[in-house]
Nanobody, 123 residues
Framework: QVQLVESGGGLVQAGGSLRLSCAASRRIFSSYGMGWFRQAPEKEREFVAAISWTGCTRNYADSVKGRFTISRYNAKNTVSLQMSSLIADVTAVYYC????????????????WGQGTQVTVSS
């Protein structure tokens, strides 16, 4: 069982930056692909970014490319999402997720999810 706990969410002004972190409870974290997803009110959950087991491969949604960076620190069982140049439409609950077999864009492939952390961007 993998338990994921997100942190770092909050209120930030448009144009600002925020760093989300996700701590995993299990030591085999290094063998899981990790992803970040978000869900805004009355919208479906959508892919944001994902990173491979080794950290060598990263995928990003087109809407966040160049502004968000996903990183992982296997020695500390953590994955982060650095967000910059934030705009109001990124306001959502951000979820960390773990996939034992890959690091894709499909939320259905991820078997483990955190509880989410709220990110609110004020204009």
């Amino acid at each position: 069982q993998v338990q994921l706990v997100e942190s770092g969410g909050g209120l930030v002004q448009a144009g600002g930056s925020l760093r989300l972190s996700c701590a995993a409870s299990r030591r085999i974290f290094s063998s899981y692909g990790m992803g970040w997803f978000r869900q805004a009110p009355e919208k479906e959950r959508e892919f944001v970014a994902a990173i491979s087991w080794t950290g060598c491969t990263r995928n990003y949604a087109d809407s966040v490319k160049g502004r968000f960076t996903i990183s992982r620190y296997n020695a500390k069982n953590t994955v982060s999402l650095q967000m910059s140049s934030l705009i109001a439409d990124v306001t959502a609950v951000y979820y960390c997720a773990a996939d034992r077999s890959g690091w894709g864009r499909n939320s259905g492939d991820y078997g483990y999810w955190g509880q989410g952390t709220q990110v609110t961007v004020s204009s």
